[in-house]
């Protein structure tokens, strides 16, 4: 899983260059399938439940599951990249939005409670720890920054499969939910409204975007728990 995270984790680096005002999302699927593939490794989005690409690109308002397209990135926008990648029998998941250029003091400030949002989270994936103090740590950060998480999509279990039990929802009560232990590889994976939580699907049937069309961002990293705490396998 190392291996597969760290593929997943250099493809995120390499892509932040490529993101500036013009870029095409779909000039975005082409690197990060091209990136992929010349690891020896299989994009793991591709063709799961009839997905059509390697990346998810989700704009603005978008927040989870967008599909790379002709449309251009613009200065201002935010957009959020999430990749998977199959190497050697074992996935590896992790997303993070980046802004276009100059972007708004509240598109900022979005994106860097999301962020914190996830290290909260990921700071209670330890032994000993119930799953919901994740959820929980992740809800309290960003309901302090008054923005809202995301109820319809979840973290989850990765490892053979790119979706494994546990679910790892992002609001909770601490203290609740099985019991972590060593050895478990989990995705955790916050979205985050600067409006309300409410979310709706296009009629692509994949683009979640926000119900009152408020910013949306999201960051993941896939961790596995050790005998003493985690380790962060997507990042390098
Ligand atoms: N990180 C997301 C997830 O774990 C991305 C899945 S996109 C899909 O569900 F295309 F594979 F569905
Ligand atoms: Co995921």
């Given at each position: 899983?190392?291996?597969?995270?760290?593929?997943?984790?250099?493809?995120?680096?390499?892509?932040?260059?490529?993101?500036?005002?013009?870029?095409k999302?779909?000039?975005?699927?082409?690197?990060?399938?091209?990136?992929?593939?010349?690891?020896?490794?299989?994009?793991?989005?591709k063709?799961?439940?009839?997905?059509?690409?390697?990346?998810?690109?989700?704009?603005?308002?978008?927040?989870?599951?967008?599909?790379?397209?002709?449309?251009?990135?613009n200065?201002?926008?935010?957009?959020?990249?999430?990749?998977?990648?199959?190497?050697r029998?074992?996935?590896?998941?992790?997303?993070?939005?980046?802004?276009?250029?100059?972007?708004?003091?509240?598109?900022?400030?979005?994106?860097?409670?999301?962020?914190?949002?996830?290290?909260?989270?990921?700071?209670?994936?330890?032994?000993?720890?119930?799953?919901?103090?994740?959820?929980?740590?992740?809800?309290?950060?960003?309901?302090?920054?008054?923005?809202?998480?995301?109820?319809n999509?979840v973290?989850?279990?990765?490892?053979?499969?790119?979706?494994?039990?546990?679910?790892?929802?992002?609001?909770?009560?601490?203290?609740?939910?099985?019991?972590?232990r060593?050895?478990?590889?989990?995705?955790?994976?916050?979205?985050?409204?600067?409006?309300?939580?409410?979310?709706?699907?296009?009629?692509?049937?994949?683009?979640?975007?926000?119900?009152?069309?408020?910013?949306s961002?999201?960051?993941?990293?896939?961790?596995?728990?050790?005998?003493?705490?985690?380790?962060?396998?997507?990042?390098?």
């Amino acid at each position: 899983m190392a291996e597969s995270c760290l593929i997943v984790a250099k493809v995120l680096e390499g892509i932040k260059k490529e993101v500036h005002p013009g870029i095409k999302t779909a000039e975005l699927d082409r690197y990060v399938e091209s990136f992929i593939v010349s690891r020896g490794a299989r994009p793991a989005f591709k063709g799961y439940r009839g997905y059509p690409a390697s990346v998810c690109t989700s704009i603005n308002e978008q927040v989870v599951h967008g599909i790379p397209s002709s449309i251009q990135l613009n200065e201002g926008d935010i957009v959020s990249l999430d990749i998977g990648v199959y190497y050697r029998g074992f996935y590896g998941d992790a997303a993070l939005t980046l802004p276009v250029g100059k972007v708004s003091h509240q598109a900022e400030r979005l994106l860097a409670a999301t962020e914190m949002a996830l290290y909260l989270g990921i700071e209670k994936a330890v032994p000993g720890n119930r799953l919901f103090d994740i959820s929980a740590a992740i809800q309290r950060c960003t309901e302090e920054e008054g923005f809202s998480v995301v109820r319809n999509f979840v973290g989850h279990g990765i490892g053979r499969e790119l979706h494994e039990e546990p679910q790892i929802p992002n609001f909770g009560k601490p203290g609740q939910g099985p019991e972590i232990r060593e050895g478990m590889t989990l995705a955790i994976e916050p979205m985050v409204n600067a409006g309300g939580w409410e979310v709706v699907i296009l009629d692509d049937g994949w683009t979640a975007v926000t119900k009152d069309r408020s910013l949306s961002a999201h960051f993941e990293h896939t961790i596995a728990i050790t005998g003493d705490g985690n380790v962060i396998l997507t990042k390098q």
